[in-house]
């Protein structure tokens, strides 16, 4: 008799009237035999919560954490993966709506005992022919991007299966790998948090893979408009990104990148300041440096953990899969209208 790994699928829920139902609904009409869903509620006030109860509060596969105040992507996904009893662990964002056999191509993917995480194909929503996101794209100063984004899908990433990191839309990881390497650092709050426990699993020397035959459909930034504003989610980014690079790189790439990383902080507060004349905005970059002196200690406590205790792996080898150039400049250009070539 074939055994059928148990998936626990994680979904966060932070008044997400309108749009949990559905993403749930999928989740429970999936055809894999073997998987429950943990649905973590972040102190909802739309009236998610009380749908969600009343409509598949009696289906024995759902369990219902509520949180009693937002504690945001990181700390709230940690709470389902500490609610979750699966080999196999689906953070899925509730702006998301999966195709049937999404799980069955999941739990085949990772059998492979050298994958330590993956990310499904993810199409747009009511677009499904375009490409949200087939993996993640990053560069050495951890700018990072959905590869494909927007794109038409004609399979021309069906066969790239190696990705830097799985996106937090849709991960999937493994419960024995989490063990070894800890799960999403809860000072990150929101955002980069995939990135930074996606480079701890490479460091392990797992493989993060891209999973084609897995589909499923974004309601792009549906959860993100629900989060708070971009200065804030700005911030974020650009806080987490430096505490990335000083947890995760050896210290000779640390010397290298973290200057030029916050020289390009310093620019973008020039150009956002003086020519987008978004204050807010500039100001995010000098907050986000400060934030990182000010957490100085945790940050090289965290260092020390991932250095010591996780690493197996030289920077030679993470390199290979970080794109070369810079990422924030090329996308500069591409908005601008221009060529760039950096």
Known sequence: MEKYSLISVVILNYNGKGIVEPCLASVLNSNYPNFEVVLVDNASCDGSIEIIEKTFGNNDKLKIVKNNKNLFYAEGNNIGIDNARGEYIFILNNDTEIDKNCLKEIAEAMKDESIGAGQPKILVYGQSSIIDNTGGIIDRYGYTKGRGSQELDVGQYDNLRQIFYAGGTAMVLKRNVLNEI???????????????????????????????????????????????????????????????????????????TLPILILIYFL????????????????????????????????????????????????SQILNFMQSGFIVFQAMCLYMGKKCNA
């Open 182 to 256: 800890g799960i999403f650092d809860p000072e990150f709050v929101a955002h980069w948090e995939d990135v930074d426990l996606s480079w701890r699993i490479r460091l392990r020397g797992y493989k993060i893979i891209f999973i084609p035959q897995a589909c499923l459909y974004h309601k792009i930034s549906k959860t993100i408009k629900r989060f708070g504003n971009y200065h804030r989610i700005s911030f974020y980014i650009r806080k987490n990104r430096i505490a990335g690079l000083i947890k995760n790189y050896a210290f000779c790439n640390l010397i290298k």
């Open 268 to 315: 973008m507060f020039i150009k956002e300041l003086n020519v987008d004349k978004d204050v807010k905005l500039a100001l995010s970059s000098i907050w986000a440096i400060i934030w990182n002196i000010k957490e100085l200690p945790y940050i090289l406590r965290a260092r020390w953990r991932v250095q010591r205790k996780i690493r197996r792996i030289s920077d």
